[in-house]
């Protein structure tokens, strides 16, 4: 009887625990997904703001300076999905995590102090060198561009902070400081439009001001919720652990490299075949993947750590079960985004960017979000292999399979094929890809290959395939633009959802 009551109580624990899980990646999805929303209409705002404060001249010059510090984005991006998957996974198991962290910091650190030193060695000389500009403005440049250098130190020295609130999934209190910095944000748009001072001068150092703000928070918030990030500075004991997340986070930034090499090597054949109003065409298309890849990079990120989780505590069917829920849910919600978007294409075009939106310009976008929704579509395969900390084969082959895309469309380009035929390269490529991304997870994960498929991406695509057919059919019969587009979300969102 002892026996019998002991597996009862452990039943009832485990049903209890998984039900607060559950409920915990649905919490945090409702904190993500209004953390999305207030970021993307606040943002707008402010880039609009800005750009008048400013001025087509210092606005320009800002957005010059702050890309070249985008070219290290991948990397910190790559040390970021380390760090919270080894904390995730320590947590899951009940490690070491107060280690896990503090290497993850040193790591960090290293990688900032080699960042500001290629940063202000390349940077200076581009300003010097390169940079257009009025010859009044080159003095202010190199000023702005130490701001935004300072800037990029300490966003790579708080990834290490953002990873143990996302591993401990407290998204409520990540959206609540991202809604902080957003409306900060906004308040130097508002203040620079009435200061007298420089402008570029004053911006640039708000923005610096704001990043250093929050690091301050999160590493208070992290000091009072998390004995992790409680450590004294000493000599890195496991240097075995150091090396695996360094490799981890260079793999990632190989697929990740790829990844982006794929679509600004898009960008620049197309300049070389077709000029610059394709560029600009294209590059309004990047404006939207960048939003519903937001879209979908939210909803991954409130189930990420339970995976994880599952992995550390090697509770494999738990972290099959939610890898194949992810792609599900993932996959439908892009789709209830992106029917009515693609439907209302050319109609959305002309209100966002009146006589600027041309039928090209539609092209692009659309084939962008077939790309987003096939890669959804095995979504949660990717987190799984993370998980287990297998991704070299994963990030290797899939970041080859994109980069072959671009030879196949300048080779359509030489055929005089038209400007479309390279999205279709990557449209085939991205469905190649979802294939290889199974295959590759049920070797080094064992994941059932049927599920993935047959029961959970085929029917999100018979359902997402059936809502667009049926919302186009509605839309060619119905003549008001505003009514049309009312329609066509509502019937998109009852298909879908029913």
């Given amino acids: 009887m002892p026996n019998l009551r002991n597996l009862s109580l452990s039943k009832n624990i485990d049903k209890r625990q998984t039900m607060n899980n559950s409920q915990r990646v649905i919490y945090n999805t409702i904190f993500l997904y209004a953390n999305m929303i207030v970021n993307i209409f606040v ?31 991948f990397m910190n991006a790559a040390m970021a999905a380390a760090s919270q998957r080894f904390l995730s996974y320590e947590i899951g198991k009940k490690g070491n995590v107060k280690e896990i962290f503090y290497i993850s910091l040193i ?81 130097i748009a508002i203040y620079i439009g009435y200061t007298s001072m420089d402008r570029l001068f004053i911006y640039g150092l708000l923005t610096m001001a704001t990043i250093i703000i929050i690091l301050i928070i999160k590493r208070i918030y992290c000091l009072r919720h998390y004995e992790e990030a409680h450590f004294k500075w000493h000599k890195v004991k496991d240097l075995a652990k150091m090396k695996e997340m360094a490799s981890f986070a260079a793999w990632n930034f190989i697929g990740a490299g790829c990844s982006v090499a794929r679509f600004q090597g898009t960008a620049m054949i197309l300049n070389y075949f077709f000029g610059i109003i394709t560029n600009a065409a294209y590059g309004v298309a990047q404006h939207v993947n960048g939003l519903i890849t937001f879209l979908a990079a939210t909803i991954l990120r409130s189930i990420r750590p339970q995976i994880v989780k599952s992995a550390g505590a ?33 109609f959305l075009l002309h209100i ?24 959804q579509l095995t979504a949660g395969l990717n987190i799984t292999v993370e998980s287990v900390g297998k991704i070299r084969m994963m990030q290797t082959i899939l970041g080859s399979m994109h980069i072959i895309a671009l030879p196949a469309g300048f080779i359509c380009f030489s055929l005089n094929l038209p400007a479309i035929s390279i999205m279709l390269c990557i449209i085939a490529e991205e469905v190649l890809g979802l294939f290889v991304r199974t295959i590759i997870a049920h070797k080094l994960t064992n994941i059932n290959m049927k599920i993935v498929l047959l029961k959970n991406a085929l029917p999100c695509f018979l359902i997402a395939l059936g809502a667009l057919l049926t919302c186009t059919f509605i839309s060619k019969n119905i003549e008001n633009e505003w009514l049309d587009a009312l329609t066509i979300t509502l019937f998109s969102t009852l298909f879908i959802c029913s």
């Fill in 43 to 73: 943002q707008l705002f402010a880039i609009r703001l800005t750009l008048n404060a400013l001025g087509e001249t210092d606005y320009g010059i800002f957005n010059i300076l702050a890309g070249l510090v985008t070219l290290f984005s």
């Fill in 314 to 346: 090697q509770d494999y069917s738990r972290m099959h079960r939610l890898s194949a829920t992810t792609c599900k849910i993932t996959s439908l919600m892009v789709a209830l985004v992106s029917v009515p978007i693609f439907v209302e294409m050319p």
């Fill in 352 to 375: 966002w960017l009146g006589a600027g939106a041309t039928a090209e310009c539609a092209i692009f976008c659309r084939c962008f979000l077939v790309i987003v929704f096939i890669n």
């Fill in 107 to 187: 790591l960090h650190l290293a990688i900032g102090f080699i960042v500001v030193i290629l940063l202000e060695t390349g940077g200076i000389y581009y300003v010097e060198n390169i940079l257009i500009a009025p010859a009044e403005r080159i003095s202010t440049a190199k000023i702005v561009l130490h701001c935004i250098i300072a800037s990029t130190f300490v966003n790579i020295i708080t990834v290490p902070y953002e990873a143990a609130i996302n591993a401990n999934e407290n998204m409520g209190a990540i959206v609540s400081i991202n809604i902080l910095e957003s409306l900060m944000k906004l308040a």
